[in-house]
């Protein structure tokens, strides 16, 4: 433009300025390309030459010390192995003696004795003469005779009616139902005295389940007492009665069960004392007086006998049993006298009333729950507050005892 004449010099200084624009701006892109180009081309070195091979490095040591951890794990393995073996042997050696001191004569006599009827083999049946009239005989020595005194023969018409191998006694409602009887009827002698035997015991348990329930109420109840605000006594009584209740229900269970298995023990053969049974709670009972089928016999009229009567002769001796358990107990004697400080209500299960003043007998001090068992009469005792009364002991009655 410089050489054109014809062109006015501002468009020449016009041009001269665009184009030192367009050249500073060449020059600025310039510089920007190689600042970004000398950036990447640095993070490129460290990306390749100190960040990939510092992950490798950490990866091969942790590759290392895996190497190392699972070396040391088959040793402590081995370690143990070794420890572990001589136990083993131990075992194996007892297997081994256990299995030479194998007695199968022992073992067999145990299985019997689990398993036994109880019964006893059948006599010899005598020869009878036909010729003569009809009466058949049995003699003493058969089944029917030596399973105690079981049931009697039945006789209609002058003969004889029964089974020479009666083995299983089957109870025939119990059959109708499809149930087992209660009292095991339906089982041999023997088994029959186990299953009455574990009945028993489970029974026990479940009163000495109860009567342990009993005491904590009762534990409760004073606490309650003593402690109007932590609760209301009151609402334990419901409770305690119900618990009360079940063991009278359970221990009526095992009176029933006891006087069974009683009755059973007494139709098996003579057993060693240490074979008898032994209840944890209550004592061994006298068994009750078998029925002599003869003497019955006897007293009937026409000299027959039958299933009724021999189940109201047991039905009575059961009867004297149970009475014989609800005698009442001796009352406690007095240790003491007491006297009221303060009159007391006794609206609670156990408790009794008291007037400022009065006097009574002290038949059971404070064991250190609060409380003195007192009488007034012989049919009024309970228990009051050790609080409201003033007690005096007698040091030399029987019982008399100071607790602290």
């Avoid at 049946?125 to 105690?148: A, C, H, W």
């Avoid at 209660?182 to 041999?188: Q, R, V």
């Amino acid at each position: 433009m410089d050489a054109d004449i014809n062109v006015t010099k501002a468009d020449v200084e016009k041009a001269r300025q665009q184009a030192q624009i367009r050249h500073q701006m060449a020059e600025d892109s310039k510089a920007d390309y190689s600042s970004v180009l000398q950036r990447f081309n640095h993070e490129q070195h460290e990306y390749y030459y100190t960040h990939i091979p510092n992950i490798f490095q950490k990866i091969q040591e942790m590759e290392e010390r895996r190497i190392v951890r699972l070396g040391d794990s088959m040793k402590t393995y081995a370690e143990v192995d070794r420890q572990v073996i001589p136990i083993i042997g131990k075992c194996l050696d007892g297997i081994v003696k256990a299995a030479e001191s194998v007695d199968q004569k022992n073992d067999s006599q145990l299985v019997i004795e689990a398993y036994k009827s109880g019964f006893e083999p059948p006599g010899d049946i005598e020869f009878e003469d036909y010729t003569q009239p009809m009466k058949r005989t049995v003699s003493e020595n058969s089944l029917s005779n030596s399973r105690g005194e079981g049931k009697p023969e039945l006789k209609f018409g002058g003969k004889s009616k029964g089974k020479l191998w009666p083995f299983i006694k089957k109870n025939k409602l119990s059959l109708k139902l499809g149930a087992t009887p209660e009292d095991f009827s339906n089982l041999p002698p023997e088994q029959r005295r186990k299953k009455l035997q574990q009945k028993v015991d489970e029974l026990n348990k479940e009163i000495q389940k109860e009567m342990d329930q009993r005491d904590a109420i009762t534990k409760m109840k004073d606490v309650y007492l003593k402690n109007p605000q932590m609760g209301d006594p009151a609402s334990l009584d419901h409770k305690l009665t119900e618990v009360s209740q079940n063991i009278e229900k359970l221990r009526l269970e095992v009176q029933k069960f006891e006087a069974w298995l009683a009755e059973v023990e007494g139709r098996l053969p003579a057993r060693g004392e240490q074979a008898r049974r032994q209840s944890g709670l209550y004592d061994t009972q006298t068994p009750p007086p078998v029925t002599n089928c003869a003497q019955d016999r006897e007293s009937s009229p026409d000299g027959s006998y039958t299933e009724d009567q021999s189940q109201e002769s047991e039905v009575k001796v059961l009867a004297t049993d149970f009475d014989d358990e609800f005698d009442d107990e001796e009352p406690l004697p007095a240790i003491g006298t007491c006297k009221a400080l303060y009159t007391f209500e006794g609206q609670n299960e156990g408790t009794i009333s008291v007037a400022e003043g009065e006097t009574l007998y002290v038949i059971e001090e404070d064991k250190g729950d609060g409380w003195t068992r007192i009488r007034r009469n012989e049919d009024e005792e309970g228990y009051v507050p050790t609080s409201y009364v003033e007690v005096y002991l007698d040091k030399h009655a029987k019982g008399a005892k100071t607790y602290i």
